[in-house]
């Protein structure tokens, strides 16, 4: 998968949270596709607190971790480990498009710092 592809899985994953929310007027859910620099403005609107209140606590610590993800694929870091370096196989990124930690430290952080 290249960048662009896993960006599109991401904000897919991203509108699926989205949906959930009821309409407000003036505000706009939309993202724009195939556009890096836009990750940043999707982000104002999804920190949003009233938007963010209207989501139950699973769905807003799941967009929390895709933003997370979006943030570390535009920053060149998606396919790094986040606690030793190492680089994250695609296998992994494919199963678990979240994750930011490869499987030896998931092991060693998971029991002191839960992945909620
Ligand atoms: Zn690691």
Known sequence: ????M???RLLAMQQ??????PDMD??????SEGCPDCVSEQQV????????????V???????RINHALNRLHRKEYRRC????????EERLELLPLTDLCEGC??????NQPLH
């Open 6 to 8: 896993i960006q599109q």
């Open 1 to 4: 998968m290249n960048d662009k």
């Open 26 to 31: 003036g505000i706009s859910y939309q993202t």
């Open 16 to 21: 699926e949270v989205l949906a959930k929310l």
């Open 106 to 111: 998931e092991a060693t952080t998971l029991s």
């Open 82 to 89: 986040a606690n030793c370096g190492s680089t994250l196989p």
């Open 45 to 56: 609107d999804i920190t949003d607190l009233k938007l963010l209140f209207s989501l139950d």
């Open 58 to 64: 699973e769905s807003r610590q799941r967009l929390n």
